[in-house]
Nanobody
Framework: QVQLVESGGGLVQAGGSLRLSCAASGRTLSGYAMGWFRQAPGKEREFVAAISRSGGNKYYADSVKGRFTISRDNAKNTVSLQMDRLKPEDTAVYYC????????????????????WGQGTQVTVSS
């Protein structure tokens, strides 16, 4: 079992920045692909960013490419999402997720790739 806890959400003005963190316990994250997803009110949960277990490969949704940066520190068992130039449409609950790196049949953008999910952290961007 992997327990994931997100932090770093909050209220920020458009154009501002936030850094989300995801801390894991229970198992080392080095064997897991990690992802960030978000869910806005009335919408489905959508892919934001993902990173391979080594950190060598990173993937982003088109809507956040160039503004968000995902990173991981396997020694500290953490994953982060740096969000810059935030827009009101980035407002959502953000979730951290972990999935076995061996589950290669699913793309990093698919929720099916991930077994473990955090409780989420709210990000609100005001205009």
């Amino acid at each position: 079992q992997v327990q994931l806890v997100e932090s770093g959400g909050g209220l920020v003005q458009a154009g501002g920045s936030l850094r989300l963190s995801c801390a894991a316990s229970g198992r080392t994250l080095s064997g897991y692909a990690m992802g960030w997803f978000r869910q806005a009110p009335g919408k489905e949960r959508e892919f934001v960013a993902a990173i391979s277990r080594s950190g060598g490969n990173k993937y982003y949704a088109d809507s956040v490419k160039g503004r968000f940066t995902i990173s991981r520190d396997n020694a500290k068992n953490t994953v982060s999402l740096q969000m810059d130039r935030l827009k009101p449409e980035d407002t959502a609950v953000y979730y951290c997720a972990a999935g076995p790196a061996s589950r290669a049949s699913f793309p990093y953008s698919s929720r099916a790739k991930y077994d473990y999910w955090g409780q989420g952290t709210q990000v609100t961007v005001s205009s």
